[in-house]
């Protein structure tokens, strides 16, 4: 997967526990991503990080945080889980000196998080 | 609301015909598109990407086409092959950095 590794890949847990999943990259890429799946919806984006420390939220960031602190690692930790939180959680990391060639950022996605919370 | 929005959950082609998969979107500031292919239990990978100051990008068996008077774009595969059968998803950027996915449609190309 392109230096790009999840974990961990399944997970049941039970509403109102914490849970942390982790995407650690080889690539050396500034920009990183946490999106979700869910049927219907597509991937929505809930955090980015374009460096170390610095992050931002995306589409659907409410009961999620995220931090950067080193360039490989980029962890999403659910607070409190809850059942509306099961899906599938990829990670994607993408550079500013790789653009397709329409320009825009080709992200490389992890082969994804499967979270399930009972 | 949904930016980006593919209409057709599921397509179901004959081997060797064409596929194609389409896209809406109601930003008038995107102005990058991609498709990505996912296969189950694996991470979505890109496919090919459209400019808008294009309307047509091929690569291979694929070609995008874009309608910005529409704002409508699809995707051609042709001839379609049994181990095109994946989702497929469209994304669209207006910076470059951020995509916004549709809710992808699932290709099945039958022998």
């Known amino acids: 997967d392109a230096g790009i590794t999840q974990s961990p890949r399944h997970k049941v847990t039970e509403t109102g526990t914490p849970v942390t999943l982790r995407c650690h990259q080889t690539?050396?890429?500034?920009?990183m991503y946490w999106y979700r799946q869910d049927p219907g919806h597509g991937l929505r984006l809930i955090h980015y990080?374009?460096?170390?420390?610095?992050?931002d939220k995306g589409e659907v960031s409410d009961g999620y945080s995220v931090s950067r602190s080193k360039t490989e690692d980029f962890l999403l930790t659910l607070e409190s889980a809850t059942s509306s939180q099961t899906s599938v959680y990829f990670c994607?990391?993408?550079?500013?000196?790789?653009?397709?060639?329409?320009?825009?950022?080709?992200?490389?996605f992890g082969a994804g998080s499967r979270l399930t919370v009972l | 609301d949904q930016q980006v929005k593919q209409n057709s959950p599921s397509l179901s082609v004959q081997e060797g015909r064409i596929s194609i998969l389409n896209c809406d979107y109601t930003?008038?500031?995107?102005?990058?598109f991609l498709w990505y292919k996912k296969y189950p239990a694996e991470g979505p990978t890109f496919l090919i990407s459209?400019?808008?100051?294009?309307d047509k990008n091929e690569d291979g068996r694929f070609t995008v086409f874009l309608n910005k008077s529409a704002k409508h774009l699809s995707l051609h595969i042709v001839p379609s092959q049994p181990g095109d059968s994946a989702v497929y998803f469209c994304?669209?950027?207006?910076?470059?950095?951020?995509?916004?996915f549709g809710g992808g449609t699932r290709l099945m190309v039958k022998p």
């Open positions: 994607a990391i993408a550079d500013l000196l790789y653009r397709g060639e329409s320009g825009a950022n080709v992200l490389t």
């Open positions: 690539e050396n890429h500034r920009y």
């Open positions: 990080s374009y460096g170390v420390k610095d992050t």
């Open positions: 930003n008038s500031m995107f102005d990058y």
């Open positions: 459209i400019s808008s100051i294009k």
């Open positions: 994304a669209a950027t207006d910076a470059g950095n951020m995509l916004t």
